[in-house]
């Protein structure tokens, strides 16, 4: 299975500054024909599922502010909240999609500052 | 507007089995591949296998092999997921997610998820 691993484990960043959190992958997950890396991005807080925030590693799921962006590819991928707000506040797991054993980043705790 | 809604909060004691439901609506429940992942109290998100609603194919993550029986009822858009020999650290919350046809995709829909609690 590909391992998903992310960095780091916790962030403290003051609001309205950036935080970037990133997710390294055992092997590439960039599909060449198609030019897409199959890597997710979703948000957790407690109490709710997981919400898709970023698909294709760098695609903007439909809602989403646009202060989160995703960016990477092959075997390293990067989340950036380009300014951090409260309602920010959660954890944030990397997913991969290029097999069909779907494996997760262990999550990052974001808090504020 | 999609929704996934699941089964209720269940008990049950080391050894027996439990059925947690997922019930779509919103789309063409066929169209869309239909997952399961859990999440064991204060941990991460671990994929348990898959299955295509259309033919009732299913993939199940090695770990669960043998364990874990995925099935779907087109008549009524709902999934279930069967797990076996439960144990006290299959105590978890259960979701099912959605992805697109093919599984080629990240899980944009997610239920509320299921509580269950493994305990002697």
């Known amino acids: 299975d590909i391992v998903m691993t992310q960095s780091p484990d916790s962030l403290a960043v003051s609001l309205g500054e950036r935080a970037a959190i990133n997710c390294k992958s055992s092997?590439?997950?960039?599909?060449?024909?198609?030019?897409?890396?199959?890597l997710a991005w979703y948000q957790q807080k407690p109490g709710q599922p997981p919400k898709l925030l970023i698909y294709?590693?760098?695609t903007r799921e439909s809602g989403v502010p646009d202060r989160f962006s995703g960016s990477g590819s092959g075997t390293d991928f990067t989340l950036t909240i380009s300014s951090l707000q409260a309602e920010d506040v959660a954890i944030y797991f990397c997913?991969?999609?290029?097999?069909?054993?779907?494996?997760f980043g262990q999550g990052t705790r974001l808090e504020i500052k | 507007q999609v929704q996934l809604v699941q089964s209720g909060a269940e008990v049950r004691k080391p050894g027996a089995s439990v059925n947690v439901s997922c019930k779509a609506s919103?789309?063409?429940?066929?169209?869309?591949?239909m997952h399961w992942v859990r999440q064991a109290p204060g941990q991460g998100l671990e994929w348990m296998g898959l299955?295509?609603?259309?033919?009732?194919?299913?993939t199940y993550a090695q770990k669960f092999q043998g364990r874990v029986t995925m099935t779907r009822d087109t008549s009524t858009s709902t999934v279930y997921m069967e797990l076996k020999g439960l144990r006290s650290e299959d105590t978890a919350v259960y979701y099912c997610?959605?992805?697109?046809?093919?599984?080629?995709?990240?899980?944009?829909?997610w239920g509320q998820g299921s509580l269950i609690t493994v305990s002697s």
């Open positions: 997610a959605r992805t697109d046809y093919g599984g080629n995709s990240g899980f944009d829909y």
């Open positions: 294709w590693a760098s």
């Open positions: 092997q590439s997950l960039l599909y060449s024909s198609k030019n897409m890396n199959y």
């Open positions: 997913q991969q999609y290029y097999t069909n054993t779907y494996t």
């Open positions: 919103g789309y063409t429940f066929t169209s869309h591949y």
């Open positions: 299955i295509n609603p259309s033919g009732g194919s299913t």
